[in-house]
């Protein structure tokens, strides 16, 4: 025995000792590697070619590495070593990884440039706590062509409390409101598509399905609930809104509104009639495009773009047409839906600016980072259009798309082969058309009131989805939601929300 | 009384033909859907016999078979030297601690135990290991951080040790001139095998299946473990999903990926491995370490 | 007299203290080896738990970045006010301290029966395949049986219900929008996944006792039952008394895969499946707020740590041996 244990405690120090000198090498590689891209930089300000001080960019957003990512890096490099003597580090993050990854980085105090966030990935909570720089007088003087290309109604709804802590992505502005119908039935039944839908009509669609495909469900998921709303209230928080139309920045109690009322009863009615899945507590629009896949489903509602009902039929491999139930409308959080910040721990801040301000402006430098290199990563069919080179295949290509939507002026890239060439036009014309909300631009800081909106969050779980699925009686559910609710603390949140909104308006004016 | 005991055992083979279906039968199930088509699970929900068989989410899964090849290495690797040196460590802590004259018992008894209760938290965690061992992108950060040692591990190996070891065994040792060492290793070691192969084997599963230190860890794809390797594919898809409609090209690859095969796909993939090689493993703890101890 | 009496006294008390520090050194000089070999143990939970430890005091920050966890400014008990305002906080206090009682109570029954039955098999393959069975459900991820579960459980092609609808001619039960089912499927899903598990454990424990006992009891004329509860159970009583108490420990935590994921985070079953552990994740999903969570744990650790204190107490009244500390 005594041998064993000896040979055990000899063999593990000789696996650390392996593992660790593994480790350092892999670092020792790493360095090696930075210093190799620095040196390109340094040649660059011998040469003289700018009068700017070498630079490396940090740029971090969520993405998986893609096999040449390290080509596209050093390109882009060489290209803006030309334009301002600096060079570019992309540090893409899985998305499953993002939350943790970010948050150490930021509480850490890591150095980097530039950082994708967005309303929905604690844009808001981040400013709160100070993350990301002011950039309203770097953008003046570094980044001038900037508020050209976003226009006015971006900038406005980036903002918190009037400043400015991140650019927004130029793509579509607004959402629009719909369903995703069955082509199959809708050829069938000869259902008329064209101009927005009513209520009415709606159900006149639905009962016709009903009646004539006894195995065919009308709608799938409770997901309509949420358009609708989405469509007829600017939601502040907690089912605080600003109804859309409305004149005076006014908060409404949702639940108080007999417009919201009357939809719930609908969905009960929906429900009664037997229009929805069996499984509308769980389902979603995943589930309901499978079951549309096998003609087993009529419907799903969906947020809509132009085009949205093609993209949806490559992806799902069946066809889909959508059909709007309201006109668009943009709120603070379609500003804020894609954005890039520059972070309080960037050594330059001057720098990230002037590349954002390329990344808005240069066509060349945003392609390359969306689309990799051309003749290599995609070809060139016509003017801004592209497919994969020959042999290329989505599966196989090595330089994935990071996501064109979360880089400055996605009108300046290229489109691919497989969409509609006039997608830009139609954007700006849809952009164009979207109604604005009157209170497009204010954000709510939750910190006063967060432990209430902890314990509404919790509450409002429990009742939604029943009712925005129509299982419940409406009036019964909303009197116990309201009651537990006040119980939350609500009136205290609501006090906070209109408090904040009237300072917005104040500073507004 | 032969009869008895023959309806006895028929009893207890009965109980555990049952068991070993309720544990197996879900199993058959992740594979089987694993293998379906996927237009039959989205259209008839899963199923036990697939009506028609497609290997669609594995072509897509193993698409880069040196990137998976990799990772396994990775797991087994960091699999076997971490579970060597935690249950070296275990046994070291639990075999003192089990001693009940040894000064500061309590004490050290608490402030092993008092970590299973308290936590910092992640983010001062992670800066610890970032700062104090340099574990960043290294195998050693899917060895040492929170998995060398676990309270669980260590209190439950003491009660093993001061109820299948008398005192007096102890003492005979002693008396006999041998030191606290020689005891351990003579004595003790030999008499706790069961326990060890067991806590050996919850160890292995342990380092397994972790990713989250991968996650936190390890920036590198070439370093990625495969526990970490099939979650991130899964929650790419999720994303993907998600977000597709920002663009054509997610969208096309989408189209192509058999969704809900694969999240089936992803598991066996994880796992299958380490269910082949369990039968050697529970054979290698147990005939192992016996010989070893016959020998000494 | 009296003054020499005292001195006496004195020094005889300085005696006894210097015995006394003599016996420990003693002790200590005898034990030496025994507390060299904890010392890697001991280093290792000092890095990996201790020195995180003063993470706690985000629990009493209001954080921002630009100032650190040192420097952001205290907010006293506020990260805490969540957990107690809520109109949620009974039901979740309930449901987690309910189901972890129920889960310590079942698993633990059927883990021994279980790890007593497979000692009866005499044959070592035969029993070994079965514990291959056994460990199964617990390397499947929580994310996996919860699609697993809903394969069982959905309205339009579960099992369960294709079952009830074909064969028992009973209307299909819709388990995702009744919350009265839940606790029966969340502890039979939780026995499902930790018996296996735990009998493995109850059973090393088993064959590490001594086979003369049973011989023994053989000849006396004993049988399986008395020699059941008259010699294992006795035996393994401190195995069995260590991991109840380790698992009194979590008794404010829950299995977030098993009330999260599980549930598939059906709003309709919040009433029975809401523990802490989701009720913070929920609150959490939009505010993203470190202090607030780091103040749940703190919270689940301190009422752990007076119930285990109190369990530990009566424990040591009992068996000084069998106590955690």
């Known amino acids: 025995m005594r041998i064993p244990i000896k040979l055990a405690m000899i063999l593990m120090f000789c696996c650390m000792l392996i593992v660790s000198a593994c480790g350092k090498n892999e670092a020792g590689s790493n360095g090696a590697e930075n210093n190799k891209e620095d040196a390109p930089s340094t040649n660059a300000a011998d040469s003289g070619a700018d009068k700017l001080e070498p630079y490396k960019i940090t740029l971090v957003y969520p993405a998986s590495a893609a096999k040449d990512l390290s080509l596209v890096q050093e390109e882009m490099s060489k290209y803006l070593t030309e334009k301002m003597n600096a060079t570019i580090e992309l540090r893409p993050i899985e998305w499953g990884a993002w939350d943790d990854k970010t948050n150490l980085m930021k509480i850490s105090n890591e150095p980097f440039d530039l950082m994708f966030t967005a309303s929905w990935y604690y844009y808001p909570s981040d400013v709160v706590k100070g993350q990301y720089h002011d950039l309203d007088e770097l953008m003046n003087e570094y980044g001038k062509d900037i508020p050209d290309v976003l226009g006015p109604d971006f900038l406005k709804g980036a903002r918190i409390g009037g400043k400015l802590y991140a650019l927004p992505t130029k793509k579509e502005f607004g959402q629009g409101f719909g369903l995703l119908l069955n082509k199959r039935f809708v050829d069938k039944y000869k259902i008329d598509t064209n101009g927005i839908k009513s209520m009415e009509e709606l159900e006149e669609m639905f009962q016709i399905i009903k009646q004539n495909e006894p195995d065919v469900v009308p709608i799938v998921s409770s997901k309509f609930t949420n358009v609708w709303g989405a469509a007829n209230y600017d939601g502040i928080t907690a089912g605080l809104s600003v109804p859309r139309g409305s004149t005076e920045m006014k908060v409404v109690d949702v639940l108080d509104d007999p417009k919201q009322l009357e939809f719930y009863k609908r969905m009960h009615q929906w429900n009664k009639n037997g229009w929805f899945d069996k499984d509308v507590m769980t389902s979603d629009s995943e589930q309901a495009m499978n079951m549309i896949k096998a003609d087993k489903a009529f419907a799903v509602a969906s947020s809509l773009k132009p085009g949205k009902d093609k993209e949806m039929t490559v992806q799902y491999g069946t066809e889909v047409v959508q059909v709007e139930t309201a006109e668009p409308f943009t709120v603070t959080g379609d500003a804020q839906g894609a954005m890039l910040g520059i972070s309080r721990t960037s050594k330059d801040p001057s720098r990230a600016m002037m590349f954002l301000n390329l990344l808005y402006t240069d066509a060349k430098l945003i392609n390359m980072l969306n689309w990799g290199i051309e003749g290599k990563h995609y070809v060139k069919k016509s003017d801004n259009v592209i497919d994969y080179p020959e042999g290329v295949t989505a599966e196989s290509q090595t330089y994935p798309n990071p996501g064109g939507w979360m880089f400055g002026n996605q009108f300046n890239t290229y489109l691919w082969a497989n969409e509609d060439p006039d997608k830009w036009k139609l954007f700006d014309e849809f952009n164009a058309r979207s109604e604005r909300s009157i209170i497009l631009g204010f954000t709510f800081n939750q910190e006063p009131v967060k432990s209430e909106l902890a314990s509404i969050a919790n509450v409002e779980a429990e009742f939604h989805d029943a009712l925005a699925s129509g299982a419940v009686d409406p009036e019964k559910t909303i009197a116990k939601w309201k009651e537990k609710r006040a119980a939350a603390g609500y009136d205290r949140i609501k006090a906070e929300v209109e408090k904040q909104l009237q300072e917005w308006a104040a500073a507004q004016k | ?296 | 007299m009296k003054a020499s009496e005292a001195v006496l006294m004195q020094s005889k008390a300085e005696i006894k203290i210097w015995k006394k520090q003599r016996d420990f050194l003693r002790k200590l000089n005898k034990f030496k080896w025994l507390l060299l070999m904890t010392l890697p143990g001991v280093a290792y939970l000092f890095i990996n738990n201790y020195i995180p430890m003063y993470g706690v005091i985000l629990a009493f920050k209001q954080y921002n970045y630009a100032d650190g966890i040192f420097g952001s400014p205290w907010s006293g008990f506020d990260n805490f006010k969540f957990l107690f305002n809520s109109p949620d906080a009974y039901t979740i206090t309930r449901n987690t301290i309910g189901y972890n009682i129920v889960f310590i109570f079942l698993n633990l029954v059927l883990a021994l029966l279980t790890a007593l039955l497979i000692n009866e098999i005499k044959e070592k393959v035969v029993s070994r395949f079965y514990q291959s069975m056994f460990l199964l459900p617990h390397i499947v991820s929580m994310v996996i049986v919860a699609y697993l579960v809903y394969s069982f459980l959905n309205m339009e092609s579960g099992l369960i219900n294709r079952l009830l609808d074909k064969w028992l001619d009973k209307e299909a039960i819709a388990w995702y929008s009744e919350a009265k089912y839940w606790p029966y499927v969340l502890v039979i899903v939780n026995a499902w996944k930790h018996v296996g598990y735990l009998s493995i454990i109850y059973f090393a424990a088993i064959i590490g006792i001594d086979k003369e006992y049973y011989e023994a009891a053989t000849i006396d004329g004993a049988g399986k039952w008395r020699q059941m509860t008259r010699i294992t159970l006795p035996l393994i009583a401190p195995v069995i008394t260590t991991m109840t108490l380790l698992s009194v420990s979590g008794i404010l935590r829950s299995d977030f895969g098993l009330f999260f994921q599980v549930p598939m985070n059906t709003g309709a079953l919040l009433s029975t499946t809401n523990t802490i552990d989701t009720f913070v994740y929920r609150a959490m999903l939009t505010l993203g707020d470190i202090g607030m969570s780091s103040a749940a744990g703190i919270y689940q650790s301190f009422i752990s740590l007076l119930l285990i204190l109190a369990a530990n107490y009566a424990v040591r009244l009992v068996n000084k041996q069998d106590a955690l500390f």
């Open chain 2, 1 to 296: 009384m032969l009869t008895k005991q023959k309806l006895d055992q028929f009893g207890i083979h009965t109980f555990f033909t049952l068991f070993t279906i309720g544990s197996l039968l879900p199993f058959v199930l992740i594979f089987m859907v694993s293998i379906s088509d996927e237009s039959s699970i989205s259209a008839n929900g899963y199923s036990l016999l697939p009506t028609s068989i497609s290997f669609a989410a594995y072509r897509f899964l193993l698409y880069d078979f040196t990137e998976i090849a990799r990772a396994y290495g990775v797991t087994i690797l960091c699999t076997i030297i971490g579970v060597m040196v935690s249950l070296f460590n275990t046994t070291l802590l639990a075999y003192p601690l089990s001693r009940m004259e040894l000064p500061f018992r309590r004490s050290l008894s608490f402030y092993i135990f008092f970590t299973m209760l308290f936590s910092g938290g992640m983010v001062p965690w992670y800066l610890t290991f970032v700062n104090l061992v340099p574990v960043k992108n290294t195998l050693l950060a899917m060895i040492i951080p929170g998995m060398l040692l676990s309270a669980f591990n260590v209190l439950l190996m003491r009660s093993f040790f001061s109820h299948s070891i008398p005192d007096s065994v102890v003492e005979a040792g002693i008396m006999d001139g041998a030191s606290e060492f020689q005891v351990f290793q003579k004595i003790i070691v030999p008499l706790s095998l069961p326990i060890m192969a067991t806590i050996g084997l919850f160890t292995t599963l342990a380092y397994w299946n972790d990713w989250y230190n991968c996650l936190l860890f390890i920036d590198s794809p070439a370093l990625y473990n495969v526990q970490y390797l099939m979650t991130k594919t899964l929650t790419n898809i999720q994303f993907l999903l998600m977000r597709a409609d920002s663009s054509a090209q997610a969208g096309e690859l989408l189209a192509k990926m058999p969704r809900e095969t694969v999240r089936m796909a992803l598991a066996i993939v994880g796992i299958a491995p380490l269910l082949f090689a369990y039968p050697f493993f529970q054979k290698f703890y147990i005939s192992g370490i016996t010989s070893g101890a016959v020998k000494g």
